[in-house]
């Protein structure tokens, strides 16, 4: 039997509820703070990201899907999203034509990495882009959403870790440190942050292997090195958290996997979680429009993970305490008479907005009746010839067991009140 590709998942139509829920609050979350959604294609040409996320980055390096199409074009399924959206910005000149470039999107994602709890090689992410302002305040409003959705989705207890990774010019000092520093300790490093010390020796701070954090702890932190106007950022970004009312921990060894960042840094953790405790994460990208031969606009944005969301749902909402929101009705047939009638009841229930499942079996009422407590249905109507030569039906209460005879004209009205008024929705 073929299997699902390792790192993947099939997400069962019992799982699917909490899918839904998070992609519903987390549009009307992005939306209320003024973003719109945009898609893009799920691969793009390898360069993108090569240029985009950097060619020296792990997720360039050795975890990108990359295939050649019949034409011998080099395409990669996206890793992540940021890459993608600025080119569509520039490519449809959205910074011309959108008077308000605040986009958001939700989609899959592609990483060969080694899967584990909270880590697949497909994933999902949310996200939000916001271009055009270098102002303070816009780091620490986008650090506000997404607890502000994190919130709506149940999730507490989160911590948010933030830092600078300074601008080209004082990251650049910062790297002439690190190099100075580590340079006496090469042997030490493992294979791969033997490469980084020459190429892209931020990345060091990122790695996971014990031996590399030991070394990369003793090493002086990059807020020794900010230039004034980046120090300047970071302590405006914490000034309007404060008066958000928000805690904050300032990590200054917090660099992110991918080189567009600059200045503002930030990581949302569950601890949780274990070890794959980052929620979201996100930063400022100043350079990268530019870099792709844009014009020299800012922009700040993050992503997170709906594997890892829901993850950290599950251990902040006891089982009993989620709502059961199920709202259903079964049909149930005491002759196969009644399939006709009956269908034409259920239609106009389903025309009406009721969720509505009819048996075909023409079993025991005992077996339909089995079957739509299986269903979890509210009501099951009981139809048989008798009821529809009176032209009313039979409702059974699943949950008390109590049943009730209702003309077949007022059913729309009996589930009405039954579901929207003593179920408290209106
Ligand atoms: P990590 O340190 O956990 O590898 P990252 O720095 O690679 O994360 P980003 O590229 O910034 O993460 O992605 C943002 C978010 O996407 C992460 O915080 C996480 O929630 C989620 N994410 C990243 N990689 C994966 C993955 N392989 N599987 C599931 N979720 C992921
Ligand atoms: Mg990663």
Redesign the pocket.
């Known amino acids: 039997m073929i299997e699902a590709p390792r790192g993947t998942k099939d997400i069962l139509p019992n799982e699917i509820k909490i899918w839904h829920f998070i992609e519903e609050v987390s549009r009307k979350i992005f939306e209320i703070y003024g973003y719109n959604e945009i898609r893009t294609p799920i691969f793009e040409f390898t360069e993108l990201f090569m240029r985009g996320i950097g060619e020296f980055t792990d ?1 360039v390096n050795k975890e990108m899907y990359t295939f050649q199409d019949h034409k011998g074009r080099n395409l990669t399924l996206r ?2 999203n940021t890459a993608s959206v600025v080119r569509a910005y520039l490519e449809h000149e959205l910074n011309k034509n959108l008077p308000n470039a605040k986009l958001y999107y939700l989609g899959p ?1 592609f ?1 060969y ?1 080694r899967p584990q709890a ?4 497909q ?1 999902w ?1 949310i ?1 939000t882009e916001a271009f055009g302002s270098d102002n303070p305040g816009l780091d620490a409003e986008v650090i506000a959403m997404i607890l502000h959705l994190f919130s709506e989705l149940g999730i507490s207890n989160l911590e948010t870790h933030i830092n600078s990774v300074g601008c080209n010019s004082c990251r650049n000092d910062y790297k002439l440190d690190l190099v100075n520093h580590l340079s006496p300790q090469k042997e030490e490093l493992c294979s791969d942050c033997k490469v980084k010390l020459n190429k892209n020796p931020l990345r060091i701070l ?1 790695c ?1 292997r014990k031996n590399c954090r030991s070394l990369a702890s003793k090493i002086p932190s990059i807020d020794l090195s900010l230039c004034k106007s980046c120090k300047e950022h970071l302590d405006q970004v914490c000034d309007y958290l404060k008066e958000l009312n928000i805690n904050y921990i300032v990590n200054p060894y917090l660099v ?3 080189d567009y960042y600059t200045h503002t840094t930030f ?1 949302i953790i569950d601890k949780s979680l274990g070890a ?1 405790n ?5 930063g400022r990208y100043n350079n990268l429009i530019a870099q792709m031969e844009g014009p020299d606009i800012p922009a700040i944005g ?4 709906i ?3 829901i993850l950290s749902i599950k251990n902040s909402f006891t089982s009993n305490e989620r709502n059961d929101d199920n709202k259903s009705i079964y049909l149930a047939t005491t002759s196969p008479k009644a399939h006709l009638a009956g269908i034409k009841i259920i239609q106009e229930l389903r025309k009406a907005g009721f969720m509505v499942n009819m048996d075909w079996t023409s079993k025991s009422l005992k077996s339909q009746l089995r079957r739509a407590h299986k269903l979890r249905a509210n009501f099951t109507i009981i139809l048989g010839e008798e009821e529809i030569s009176k032209h009313e039906v039979e409702i059974k209460n699943m949950k008390d067991g109590n049943q009730i005879r209702v003309s077949i004209d007022k059913l729309n009205e009996y589930f009405v009140k039954k579901f929207y008024v003593e179920g408290k929705l209106v």
Do not use: W
Request: charged share 35%; hydrophobic share 40%.
């Open positions: 997720i890793p992540e994602m990483r990495e909270g880590r697949q090689r994933f992410q996200g990122d996971k992110r996997g991918l990581e794959q980052a929620v979201a994460a996100g993050f992503a997170a993970g594997e890892r969301i």
